[in-house]
């Protein structure tokens, strides 16, 4: 691909073969464009492969965390606090339906949110009889690193938890190695992205997983405009009313995904087992490969899905030396967060940014990583680093 023309190696790309090619081939010939039997098989594949009861297929991971906080009756009056190093869209959804965010400062180590952070701001936010109704927890680069204990505060202080899993499509809970994410029993729901970058790729797309009957029946409806044909729900239908009838209850969107990309999700899907193996065998493999060079290296975990592979340097002059210099090589790598109370959207509302986050972003860069990474990139992405920072 982009690697081989070039000879650049990406920070991350897709993974696309002739099956898949094939299959969205195959979805254009078929009846159904949009949210047909491709949408459903993909659901389908995806609750079973989660182990969540339901699954909602959406236009893309914004759209499934808006519905998905909607659907867990966020609105005007509601505060959701979120974690600060994570891509926008996590602290947006909450703001498309007038909720006030937070920021729960995160682990400098890991980017995750840091549990006994969280049970000092709910502490005082209970003092202060200002709780959060809900929280964003995000698996960033795929890890859920303490997620048991901040599910655990969660139904403490009762506040409702939410995953913005778009890393995690293809995790496990690192306390629990047999569940899935997407099944934990103590959240309301999970929200995965399929951007190309993501484990598997619809060119746009996302999915919310949920345990809950309820909540995947209000999703159904937000994703289509808050319209219903369910019987049971219809309240005015007239004697001469057909099968036409339909009714608006909520306000929702046209958040549907189509076919053709629900058929590449599904082709997707039959590999998602070789793709975590494969960015688990490179994470392994880095974590050799780096063992003697000048650099913090992320924890190893065999139930992280690797999204990313996130390293941090002693400082950020350290850092933009390592950006600059291995971009310099054809080596491309990316910064995975600039903390969300800095932009200046969330600056104006009044937030910034702790201090765990600050240091987070000033020292973390993530390295290439992706399925077909070969070993000869990965080496050469040891060797660059070896020569600008001078390791061994
Ligand atoms: C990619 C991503 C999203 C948004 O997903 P899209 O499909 O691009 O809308 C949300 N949260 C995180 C953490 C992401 O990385």
Redesign the pocket.
């Known amino acids: 691909m982009r690697d081989d023309v070039t000879n650049r190696i990406p920070y991350s790309c897709q993974t696309i073969d002739d099956s898949d090619v094939a299959a969205v081939v195959a979805a254009m010939g078929a009846d159904f464009l949009t949210q047909g039997p491709s949408t459903r098989a993909f659901e389908d594949a995806a609750a079973k492969w989660t182990g969540a009861r339901h699954a909602i297929a959406v236009a ?4 499934a ?1 808006h519905i998905g906080l909607q659907a867990l009756d966020v609105g005007p009056d509601s505060l959701v606090w979120t974690s600060p190093i ?2 926008v ?2 602290a947006n959804a909450a703001r498309f339906l007038g909720a006030d965010v937070g920021f729960v400062d995160v682990d400098p180590k890991s980017g995750l949110i840091d549990p006994n952070t969280l049970e000092e701001q709910l502490a005082k936010a209970q003092a202060q009889d200002r709780l959060p109704d809900a929280l964003v927890a ?1 698996h960033l680069a795929g890890h859920t690193t303490g997620f048991d204990k901040i599910a655990n505060l969660c139904d403490k202080y009762g506040v409702t938890l939410i995953e ?1 899993a ?2 995690a499509f293809g995790a496990a809970y690192e306390d629990h190695p047999e569940i899935k994410v997407g099944a934990h029993p103590q959240s309301a729901l999970a929200t995965f ?3 190309p970058l ?1 484990s598997i790729t619809t060119g ?3 999915m919310i997983v949920t345990n809950s009957h309820e909540t995947a029946k209000r999703l159904a409806e937000l994703r289509s405009h808050g319209i219903t044909k369910d019987p049971a729900r219809l309240s005015v239908a007239r004697p001469d009313d057909g099968a036409w009838y339909y009714e608006q209850h909520t306000l929702g969107f046209n958040y549907r995904i189509c076919d053709i990309q629900a058929a590449l999700g599904v082709s997707q899907m039959a590999r998602l087992d070789d793709f975590m193996a494969a960015r688990r065998d490179r994470a392994r493999r880095y974590e050799e490969l780096l063992k003697d060079l000048p650099l913090e290296r992320p924890k190893p975990s065999e139930t992280s899905s690797w999204h990313l592979y996130a390293v941090r340097l002693k400082d950020t002059a350290t850092r933009r030396a390592l950006y600059d210099g291995l971009n310099a090589r054809g080596i491309e790598t990316q910064v995975h967060y600039i903390p969300i109370p800095s932009q200046p959207f969330y600056r104006y509302l009044g937030h910034s940014p702790g201090p765990g986050a600050d240091r987070y972003y000033d020292t973390c860069l993530s390295l290439p990583i992706y399925p077909r990474m070969s070993d000869a990139d990965q080496d050469r992405v040891r060797d660059a680093i070896g020569d600008i920072l001078g390791g061994v």
């Open positions: 893309n991971g914004t759209a965390l994570s891509f869209a996590s995000v913005d778009a890393h992205s399929f951007h993501k746009e797309g996302g």
